[in-house]
């Protein structure tokens, strides 16, 4: 073949095409080559071969050339060809021997780019691998819904091995009575770009579960859908904690509802009870005062006057008496006068005397840094929590610890008494003095915990925020 000839062939080619000296200089190429190097014919021309090479490469080209001038043919291996910018484009080479003249011999290099294809290739890696190790479940299916393809996770959630569901339609995966109205809602939703939401599945022992399933259709390169592919992943967990969640802000609400009415019926009876102090008791001896001032100032004897003003003076004392023993149980003033230390310690002397229960007490706080409101709200707690002790618990001594950081408040009142069982599920109802206590802590944006069983004692653990405290009257 002409040299001419020759050249109109490797320019019509869709392949690398070159020809390189035994010394490995480039002695003629096509257009092809210069395109993918980005180098014309003037810069490649006479050039070493190695200077278009990764240099990793050079060795076993070199090997390649000798052995090929030896007459022992070469297997078609990939090297890579460095373009002018430095990017590698990887190619396949066959070599062979041409004949140029009578006694210089020049090597043909026939080449392929296969980098896209290589890049591709990578890329199928990549999704197999990506597939195969998701935690959720995979299922592709061919256009008639016919399962191709499943990956280890749904494997393991629906208990089919892979040669028992291959081949076999999708609706294998729904019961029957939800199998038509699903299926056809999601045919029509993939065709037109896909489908999410939550669905029943089937697994291969027949119990049903919950999933929530993403579809989308595979397209080959013309735009034609080719394949379904589906995700679904068990929720299963998920609705059960939604249920709990619901159950537990139900039981929450009702709770609130009940509490909301027995401070309303509380206060009401408080009402009651000051009416009553006020009229029967504190209204009774003022007017003992009364009568006997206007008996005084009518009596002839000065001894029966003074008699009759001293009654009157002790009788308005035990009023006075009785106003400021009302006027605590309304709010204390130690704890705006002296703080919350001393407040709780007279309390506990007040409360010891009164029901015969022996205190042992720690408190360790710095009142300066304690809100008023958080102040008022742990006393009134500490109040609750000893009353529910003189009443219910039969014990003998009670233990409270009180102490404060920089950060919180913390309260806890042991008793050794009898116990009780406390009802942790959100349905069963809670006694009001332990949902008053919750209330007051959670008001405060703190936390309530108690600790009890029958005939082991009580404990409660009140834990309250000094600082972004969420304080409501």
């Known amino acids: 073949m002409?040299?001419?000839?020759?050249?109109?062939?490797?320019?019509?080619?869709?392949?690398?095409?070159?020809?390189?000296?035994?010394?490995?200089?480039?002695?003629?190429?096509?257009?092809?080559?210069?395109?993918?190097?980005?180098?014309?014919?003037?810069?490649?021309?006479?050039?070493?071969?190695?200077?278009?090479?990764?240099?990793?490469?050079?060795?076993?080209?070199?090997?390649?050339?000798?052995?090929?001038?030896?007459?022992?043919?070469?297997?078609?291996?990939?090297?890579?060809?460095?373009?002018k910018?430095?990017?590698?484009?990887?190619?396949?080479?066959?070599?062979?021997?041409?004949?140029?003249?009578?006694?210089?011999?020049?090597?043909?290099?026939?080449?392929?780019?296969?980098t896209e294809e290589k890049r591709a290739e990578q890329r199928i890696q990549m999704f197999a691998h990506t597939i195969t190790?998701?935690?959720?479940?995979?299922?592709?299916?061919?256009?008639?819904?016919?399962?191709?393809f499943i990956n280890p996770a749904f494997v393991a959630a629906y208990g089919y091995r892979e040669e028992d569901i291959i081949g076999k339609e999708a609706r294998i995966l729904s019961p029957p009575e939800s199998e038509s109205v699903a299926g056809s809602i999601i045919s029509k939703e993939m065709l037109e770009g896909g489908w999410h939401g939550e669905i029943i599945h089937i697994k291969s022992t027949g119990e049903i579960f919950p999933v929530m399933v993403s579809t989308s259709t595979i397209f080959d390169p013309h735009g034609t859908p080719i394949a379904f592919a589906l995700i679904s992943r068990d929720i299963t967990e998920q609705r059960q904690l939604r249920q709990q969640l619901d159950d537990a802000a139900r039981q929450r609400e009702e709770d609130l509802q009940r509490f909301a009415l027995s401070v309303q019926r509380a206060h009401e009876e408080e009402r009651q009870r000051l009416s009553r102090d006020l009229h029967d008791d504190l209204g009774q001896v003022v007017t003992l005062v009364r009568i006997d001032l206007e008996r005084a100032m009518s009596a002839e004897h000065e001894e029966k006057r003074k008699e009759l003003i001293n009654h009157a003076l002790n009788a308005a004392q035990g009023v006075l008496a009785r106003i400021h023993e009302i006027a605590v149980l309304l709010r204390p003033p130690i704890i705006d006068d002296f703080g919350l230390k001393e407040a709780i310690e007279t309390y506990l002397e007040d409360f010891e005397s009164k029901t015969g229960i022996a205190t042992e007490s720690s408190v360790r706080i710095g009142t300066e840094n304690i809100p008023k409101e958080i102040s008022t709200g742990i006393y009134r707690i500490l109040q609750e929590a000893l009353t529910n002790v003189s009443k219910h618990s039969g014990a003998t001594s009670v233990h409270i610890q009180l102490e404060s950081t920089n950060n919180c408040v913390k309260l806890s009142v042991e008793d050794e008494g009898c116990?009780?069982?406390?009802?942790?599920?959100?349905?069963?109802?809670?006694?009001?003095?332990?949902?008053?206590?919750?209330?007051?802590?959670?008001?405060?944006?703190?936390?309530?915990?108690?600790?009890?069983?029958?005939?082991?004692?009580?404990?409660?653990?009140?834990?309250?925020?000094i600082r972004n405290s969420v304080v409501q009257s």
């Open 419 to 465: 116990g009780f069982t406390y009802a942790t599920s959100p349905k069963k109802r809670k006694p009001l003095g332990l949902l008053g206590m919750k209330e007051r802590a959670e008001l405060m944006g703190g936390t309530f915990t108690l600790e009890t069983s029958r005939g082991q004692g009580t404990k409660i653990h009140i834990v309250v925020p």
């Open 133 to 148: 190790s998701m935690h959720e479940c995979v299922v592709i299916t061919d256009r008639k819904h016919r399962i191709i």
């Open 85 to 114: 910018t430095g990017e590698c484009r990887i190619c396949g080479f066959e070599t062979t021997v041409h004949d140029k003249a009578e006694r210089a011999k020049e090597i043909l290099v026939i080449a392929r780019d296969v």
């Open 2 to 83: 002409s040299e001419i000839a020759m050249r109109i062939a490797m320019d019509s080619a869709k392949d690398i095409i070159f020809t390189i000296s035994p010394e490995g200089t480039i002695t003629s190429l096509n257009t092809v080559f210069e395109s993918v190097t980005g180098s014309s014919r003037g810069e490649c021309l006479r050039k070493p071969l190695t200077q278009f090479l990764h240099p990793d490469d050079v060795p076993d080209v070199q090997h390649c050339v000798r052995e090929v001038i030896a007459g022992r043919t070469q297997p078609i291996k990939e090297f890579r060809l460095l373009t």
